[in-house]
């Protein structure tokens, strides 16, 4: 797999489990990270957001304990299943 590739799986992955988590996706298409909201949320203090340079989750601080407990939950699921991802990099050509 190339770089690209392992992002897009990374981004799939993790939408896949906070779409299990009950998160709405939010995606503007405009820069690199994703949006996830519940639909109960009344303030976008409780928005988790998906850098997918960085690949991780964030909230601001003064978010909900059960949106800081999600952001953790995010965190600890992707972790292992980014560095799994990444070994999966072959190289386009060989190094002489």
């Known amino acids: 797999m190339n770089k690209k590739e392992i ?5 799939k ?6 779409t299990k988590l009950g998160y709405m996706i ?7 990270s994703l949006e996830f909201r ?8 409780d928005t988790i957001e998906w850098n997918r340079s960085y ?3 964030v909230c601001v601080n003064w978010a ?8 953790q939950a995010i965190n600890a699921y992707m972790f292992p ?7 999966q990099y072959t190289p386009k050509r060989a190094a002489a």
């Open 7 to 11: 992002k897009n799986a990374i981004t």
């Open 13 to 18: 992955d993790v939408c896949a489990f906070v």
């Open 26 to 32: 939010d995606d503007d298409g405009f820069h690199g």
């Open 38 to 45: 519940k639909p109960e949320s009344k303030t976008h203090d």
């Open 55 to 57: 690949q991780d989750a």
């Open 64 to 71: 909900s304990d059960q949106t800081k407990l999600d952001v």
């Open 81 to 87: 299943r980014i560095e799994w991802w990444n070994a």
